[in-house]
């Protein structure tokens, strides 16, 4: 059993203005939650860059040229939107997460680990084809679900987002698209108030799971029985990717979930098993939210734990 895990130093930096909660100390606390004796087996490389190719199986050429017009060569900020904003360093640490999220598809669907995580910044799943909101660019669940599928015939991918917000980008792109399940747990109401459970795609391969404010661990976990797993199960999803935000834990200033570092190591857990039965074992997962540093360290840390116990 063998879990790699992806990140690159460019990660750090993306920079936000002070007090913005997606900052790089983010990253620094997944490092340090790493660091532990346990994780000592654990693989790791760097995260190359991701290629324009990569980008475009998701996203507009227009969208993308326009992103890199907007970013700066100096110190300056540019705000995209309101909480969106690209310094000096976006560029390319928006590039590594969508190269390292290629990588990990490739290295898990080539037999030479069984699965892994992409820990990199800014998040990706609030992108839309051809918007970047809620502090993402590049989507890079959805372009790893679509690099698995293009570069490597795979008929179905499987994202399960339990991010406590709704990942509205990754919805944008597989609305029409039936090869990909994508399913959602989010708190709601709450940004980006998308996510309803009517929202369900041309082809039914949106699932969404909105939760109200205050559920705890006991009912997320009876909410992942026995409306996320079976519906990923009968997708039979020949990989299984994680948009892994761990904001909708007790301690995140963002939200109002009440979920603790033992449900999502639960949670991973649980996908392990049908990734057992359905998909060879094989499991992608790419980081996105999570403001709290300590939540963010020690749901990390879970997380990785219960995926190297595979």
């Known amino acids: 059993m063998t879990t790699l895990f992806l990140s690159h130093p460019a990660s750090l930096l993306h920079e936000t203005f002070p007090g913005h909660p997606e900052c790089p100390d983010r990253l620094r606390a997944v490092e340090r939650a790493l660091e532990d004796e346990k994780f000592a087996l ?149 940004f980006p108030h998308t996510g309803d459970m009517g929202e369900r795609g041309e082809h039914g391969n949106i699932v969404n799971i909105p939760l109200t404010p205050g559920t705890n661990g006991r009912t997320y976990r009876e909410i992942f029985d026995l409306m996320v797993l079976p519906r990923v199960d009968s997708f039979k999803p020949e990989l299984v990717i994680i948009s892994a935000g761990f904001d909708a834990h007790w301690r ?10 033992n449900d999502f190591a639960w949670a991973t857990r649980r996908l392990l098993d049908l990734a057992d039965r359905r998909s060879r074992r094989r499991v992608v997962s790419v980081l996105e939210g999570g403001y709290d540093l300590d939540a963010l360290q020690r749901s990390t840390a879970a997380h990785v734990e219960a995926l190297m116990a595979g």
């Open 42 to 190: 654990l693989a790791r490389e760097q995260a190359p860059l991701g290629t324009e190719a990569d980008v475009l199986r998701c996203h507009g050429r227009q969208y993308v040229e326009q992103l890199r017009a907007l970013a700066p060569t100096d110190s300056r900020l540019v705000e995209v939107d309101g909480d969106t904003t690209m310094s000096m360093g976006t560029w390319e640490a928006a590039l590594r997460g969508v190269g390292g999220a290629v990588r990990a598809v490739d290295e898990v669907l080539g037999g030479q680990v069984t699965n892994a995580f992409v820990a990199t910044r800014p998040p990706g799943h609030h992108a839309e084809r051809d918007r970047a909101m809620g502090f993402c660019f590049f989507n890079n669940a959805a372009i790893a679900a679509r690099h698995a599928i293009e570069a490597h015939g795979l008929e179905r991918v499987a994202i399960i987002d339990w991010d406590v917000h709704h990942g509205n980008g990754t919805q944008n792109i597989f609305w029409n698209d039936p090869t990909v399940l994508y399913c959602s747990t989010h708190e709601a109401p709450l």
């Open 252 to 261: 995140d200033p963002l939200a109002n979930i009440n979920l603790t570092e």
